[in-house]
């Protein structure tokens, strides 16, 4: 079992926005603001597209953004594309039993 | 261009031990936590070991204490990983991620986000 709770799946139509959610606790998510996205696309490595909650790297579309409120982050993908179409996992850091722990993971899809 | 580069991997017995090696390319090698992050197929991500800028500190998720050790040598721009008591739990691919650069921080707090990944090297551990 995953330490950060993520849906299974999210889907949406090109165009629209979808949300996926990321719920840890008090130990992780709820005490820092250090939430991290990741996106991996099938056989490939993963991606960061978000830190320290908001941030994005250099060359992350603006189409992706993140958010925090009490235990729970969120990544919105706005417009959505074909390309979106992948698994998306978060990420937090904690002070129990590790360093960094991540969600089950996401796989979106564009219908 | 960032480029890091694993190997490495293959097929051991339970028990038996395994040693991954990282090379990276591209930037400042020493300026940045690494790490190692595992996936089984399948599955989802898990990290595993990251060591500090210049190796001075080291932390591992409690699953891999004991029998993981993560080193880098600066000089040769690489980053290792020794596996040792594997068990059929270890099998996953193994990726090389890259770290944040803060030489004056210290502690596991310092590095919880990876911006470059590798391809991966794959360990399986069977019979």
């Known amino acids: 079992q995953s330490a950060l709770t993520q849906p299974a799946s999210v889907s949406g139509s090109p165009g629209q926005s979808i949300t996926i959610s990321c719920t840890g606790t008090s130990s992780d998510v709820g005490a820092y603001s250090l939430v991290s996205w990741y996106q991996q696309h099938p056989d490939k490595a993963p991606k960061l597209l978000i830190f320290?909650?908001?941030i994005r790297p250099s060359g992350v579309p603006d189409r992706f953004s993140g958010s925090k409120s009490g235990n729970t982050a969120s990544l919105t993908i706005s417009g959505l594309q074909a390309e979106d179409e992948a698994n998306y996992y978060c990420s937090s850091y904690t002070t129990v039993n590790t360093v960094v722990v991540f969600g089950g993971g996401t796989k979106v899809t564009v219908l | 261009e960032v480029q890091l580069v694993e190997s490495g991997g293959g097929l051991v017995q339970p028990g038996g031990s395994l040693r991954l090696s990282c090379v990276g390319s591209?930037?400042?090698?020493?300026?940045?936590?690494m790490s190692w992050v595992r996936q089984a197929s399948g599955k989802g991500l898990e990290w595993v070991a990251n060591?500090?800028?210049?190796?001075?500190?080291?932390y591992y998720v409690e699953s891999v204490k004991g029998r993981f050790t993560i080193s880098r040598d600066n000089a040769k721009n690489s980053m290792y990983l020794q596996m040792n008591s594997l068990t059929a739990g270890d099998t996953a691919v193994y990726y090389c991620?890259?770290?944040?650069?803060?030489?004056?921080?210290?502690?596991?707090?310092?590095?919880?986000?990876?911006?470059?990944w590798g391809q991966g090297t794959r360990v399986t551990v069977s019979s």
């Open positions: 591209g930037f400042t090698f020493s300026s940045h936590w």
């Open positions: 320290d909650v908001t």
């Open positions: 060591v500090k800028e210049d190796g001075s500190e080291k």
């Open positions: 991620a890259r770290g944040q650069s803060r030489p004056s921080c210290s502690g596991g707090i310092c590095n919880n986000w990876f911006d470059r």
